[in-house]
């Protein structure tokens, strides 16, 4: 959502924005063209991003500043380069192109690779550690709180029969066992069976939504006075925590309406910019069908 992004940000001459979730770079390379003198500071928890980035905000020199971060870090990386606040900062959710096409990553169920899902690959449990070793209950919690899956029972008694036997491994194995335990799955559909199981283990493994609400408040707490905070978002767990935060920073005063005077002297913090969500364009969507789900939320300090 290039167009929409640089809308709802608006960039500005000799501004300061963070792109928590650098990925290949596009947003931020946007950015620094849309405002000249502007710098850009680029976070990322998997390297290969880095080194991509790197080769595409060369031609920017020092006005970019790259670090292997996650964007609930963005206060600390703030006060490594002796600056406490920002005018924009923008936050891509969700699992990149370049993640999704590597087969060795494990993220998708196209291609039959070692089980791993990791966004930083360097460190942390793996997709394969969390269908091994965790236990019946917490791994139904997690397809169900995470992937929102119906069959969470099914595809957990399967798991659980399964690695009695063997360990499993590979992304192949995992999605075929889906498969094999919803109703009709082996039924062609637009939607593979697989999908919100490999949903619930990414964000676990990677700890998505804990990021998600921390980085949102430090992010809104390091803006200046007028900048702005742009999220975009891919699926309903991800947007209902990024519309609660937003609602909740841009709420006045809660106190009880029998009370004359208000006593919980609660100021707004944020001014909500979009209050129903961006979708992404027809034309875009033509363009890359992953944009269909993504979901612009932004909030302006006050």
């Keep these: 959502m290039p167009k929409e992004v640089l809308h709802w940000l608006q960039p500005m001459t000799d501004g300061v924005y963070l792109d928590g979730t650098l990925g290949g770079a596009g947003h931020a390379r946007l950015i620094l063209e849309a405002a000249a003198g ?10 290969a991003a880095l080194r991509e980035a790197a080769e595409v905000l060369s031609p920017y020199g020092d006005r970019v500043s790259l670090h292997h971060a ?8 703030l006060q490594q380069l002796g600056s406490d606040s920002l005018d924009g900062m923008l936050l891509d959710l969700g699992v990149s192109s370049h993640q999704l096409d590597t087969p ?23 997709a394969a550690d969390v269908v091994n070793q965790t236990e019946e209950a917490e791994l139904l919690r997690i397809f169900f709180e ?6 969470s029972r099914r595809i957990v008694r399967k798991i659980v029969a399964q690695r009695q036997e063997s360990p499993l491994t590979k992304t192949g194995e995992l999605a075929e066992l889906v498969r094999q335990a919803i109703p009709g799955g082996r039924k062609p559909s637009r ?22 609400e921390r980085g949102v408040e430090i992010g809104i707490s390091l803006l ?11 699926h309903s767990l991800e947007d209902r925590i990024v519309k609660h935060l937003f609602r909740k920073k841009a709420q006045g005063c809660i106190c009880p ?3 004359p005077v208000c006593q919980c002297h609660n100021v707004p913090i944020v001014k909500v910019l979009t209050r ?20 612009l939320r932004a909030v302006e300090r006050c």
Excluded: C, W
């Design 276 to 295: 129903r969500g961006v979708k992404a364009g027809d034309d875009e969507i033509d363009q890359n069908a992953r944009s269909r789900s993504a979901i």
């Design 146 to 151: 995470y992937g929102e899956e119906r069959y």
């Design 257 to 259: 309406p029998r009370l």
């Design 104 to 126: 060795e990553r494990g993220f998708s169920f196209r291609h039959d690779a070692p089980l791993d899902m990791r966004m930083n690959p360097t460190t942390g449990i793996t």
């Design 191 to 212: 939607i593979h069976p697989a999908t919100r199981v490999f949903q619930a283990l990414r964000i676990y493994v990677n700890d998505e939504l804990g990021q998600l």
């Design 70 to 77: 996650t964007f609930d870090q963005a206060d600390q990386i």
């Design 224 to 234: 200046k006075p007028g900048g702005r905070l742009v999220v975009i978002s891919f």
């Design 38 to 47: 502007s710098r850009l500071i680029g976070l990322d928890r998997d390297p």
